[in-house]
């Protein structure tokens, strides 16, 4: 007796089941690059540490954030946060906080006594690095970690570095700065106060140290030739902020004229303003054009802040000075007018940019500069071995995350040149782009706004300006995150399939395709919310 052909076959092999056969692209599972991410100056995984924060589970978002940054309570106060620039979720409704969360996180970590893990064993290497601000204790956190002895040389009463004498009170709080070098330390970090280092030569020879990272400072504020009377006071914003770090305040008088438009021209005239000045910044440029950010102008204008646009000082006496007025031609350069205004000055701050002091490179071979920077190699090496730098003293943006970036790339350059190999940093995923999400599936939810001190209070104390969020608000912002380009096994692609070719695998294990049973329709790419899946032509 014969059976039907159907059901002759063994089970799973009917080529009336079998719909993968009629496909010509596969689904498959990739994780995407996340724009937040990408734009981290200092390689933060954010989505990462996102990921625990929105479960709660702080101290692991802390540990997952700190793999890649040890300063978390600082730059989630004084980085400019291009992450959020870059988030897809603004083009939706409005970015995700993801600078606060960060505050939020380090702040508890404070609270809380979070500590670094020690490292499991000792290479026996010694690195010098020089300089202790936001490069060099980023570098000696994470050679520490790698197991070498680390010492850091500081030519400074405190550590710190520009983010204590650059970054005033009101925008990052000394107690805070204090704790998070201080964990550092705790790896076993030695940290020598009051020792500039002379010759970067015979600093390693007298340390008997194997590497070193320079990561001095850009202290040097830089002059502008400005036609002055004896009497006039013309000092440096650089000096002027170091001083407030000191019992001996700046006398500035009661008028002062700032002379720039950059972060540090703003960051002056806010502190003066807090000391009882009357503070008036001059530009020779428009508010567009002004290297500060935006919403740094704004909140010196709400404290009484008063700024001169399209300006440049003349001439500067002892208790007045002269502008000239410019215009902007037809290519939107600033040109002379010939117009003139007298303002009544006690004395002009110069906030024209800053130098690095460079001599203890004197001598030494094979190094090149220029216009001020040492250059380097894609290592991070200048070009005598053994010797790295970063931060300030190389060419970049000069911000506290982009020195982070620079003490943990060196790092890792560092430990690898230490062991005779070389450091090869894992390729790029493709981009997570706003158009391959399926936005449908999240509703509208806007950004936490962080309170503010009143305007009052600002003009007359150095209280902190910006607040942090609440356990409750930071949860509600981690859990905005859209999770671009990576599954966070929302069950979508397992509940759409026509064909059950989907197989969960558990939690936290993702999916895998029968492509037996799958036939290419692409639904599962059309409903994944955060972009995880792709069809790729079907192999021949």
């Known amino acids: 007796m014969y059976k039907p052909f159907a059901i002759t076959l063994k089970p799973g092999t009917s080529l009336a089941n079998m719909t993968g056969t009629w496909r010509t692209e596969r689904p498959v599972y990739l994780n995407r690059l996340p724009p937040c991410n990408n734009a981290c100056p200092a390689g933060e995984n954010i989505q990462g540490w996102l990921f625990h924060a929105e479960s709660g589970n702080y101290e ?37 906080g993801i600078n606060s969360v960060e505050r939020f996180l380090g702040d508890e970590a404070i609270k809380r006594g979070w500590k670094f893990d020690a490292p499991a064993s000792s290479s ?6 020089v300089g202790a601000g936001p490069s060099g204790l980023s570098a000696a956190y994470h050679l520490a970690r790698m197991g070498h002895q680390v010492e850091i040389q500081e030519a400074g009463p405190l550590a710190g570095g520009m983010m204590r004498f650059g970054i005033p009170k009101y925008r990052l709080p000394r107690e805070v700065l204090d704790a998070e070098v201080q964990r550092i330390l705790d790896l076993g970090v030695t940290l020598k106060l009051n020792c500039k280092v002379s010759s970067i030569e015979q600093s390693m020879k007298d340390g008997r140290f194997d590497a070193a990272f320079l990561a001095v400072g850009a202290h040097i504020g830089k002059r502008a030739m400005i036609p002055a009377g004896d009497a006039a006071k013309i000092v440096d914003a650089v000096s002027v902020l170091r001083s407030m770090e000191g019992e001996d305040k700046p006398l500035l008088g009661r008028r002062v004229v700032v002379y720039g438009g950059g972060n540090t021209a703003v960051d002056v005239a806010r502190t003066v303003k807090r000391m009882g000045a009357e503070p008036i910044i001059v530009y020779r440029r428009t508010r567009d054009k002004a290297p500060a950010h935006d919403f740094e102008i704004e909140e010196a204008l709400q404290e009484g802040v008063m700024i001169k646009w399209l300006s440049t000082i003349k001439h500067a006496g002892d208790s007045s000075i002269t502008i000239e007025k410019m215009a902007l ?3 939107g350069f600033p040109q002379p007018t010939g117009e003139y205004e007298t303002l009544e000055a006690d004395s002009v701050v110069l906030a024209l940019g800053q130098d690095v002091d460079l001599s203890l490179l004197q001598g030494v071979a094979g190094l090149e ?4 920077t040492v250059q380097v190699a894609p290592n991070m090496m200048t070009g005598h071995p053994g010797i790295f730098a970063g931060g300030d003293m190389v060419p970049s943006e000069r911000t506290v995350t982009v020195a982070v970036g620079h003490g943990k790339k060196a790092a890792r350059h560092i430990d690898a040149w230490l062991q005779g190999s070389s450091y090869q940093p894992a390729e790029k995923h493709e981009l997570a782009e706003y158009g391959k999400l399926n936005t449908w599936y999240y509703s509208d939810a806007d950004k936490t706004v962080r309170p503010m001190l009143d305007v009052i209070r600002r003009q007359t104390s150095f209280d902190e300006v910006q607040g942090g969020l609440d356990e409750s608000t930071a949860l509600f912002e981690a ?9 966070f096994e929302c069950d979508n692609c397992y509940g759409v399939c026509p064909d059950n070719a989907v197989i969960k695998l558990g939690p936290g294990k993702g999916f ?29």
């Open 60 to 96: 692991q978002a802390w540990r997952v954030l700190t793999e890649n940054n040890p300063l978390a309570a600082v730059m989630g106060r004084v980085c400019y946060h291009p992450c959020e620039t870059a988030c897809n979720r603004g083009q939706l409704d409005s970015s995700v």
């Open 124 to 129: 026996g290497k010694r690195v010098l690095v």
């Open 329 to 331: 031609d037809d290519k």
């Open 369 to 372: 500069i220029v216009n001020g």
């Open 479 to 487: 859990r905005r995150c859209l999770s671009c380009g990576n599954c």
């Open 512 to 540: 895998q395709f029968n492509y037996d049973y799958c036939k290419g329709c692409g639904l599962c790419v059309a409903e994944c919310p955060c972009g995880a899946i792709k069809m790729e032509p079907e192999e021949t």
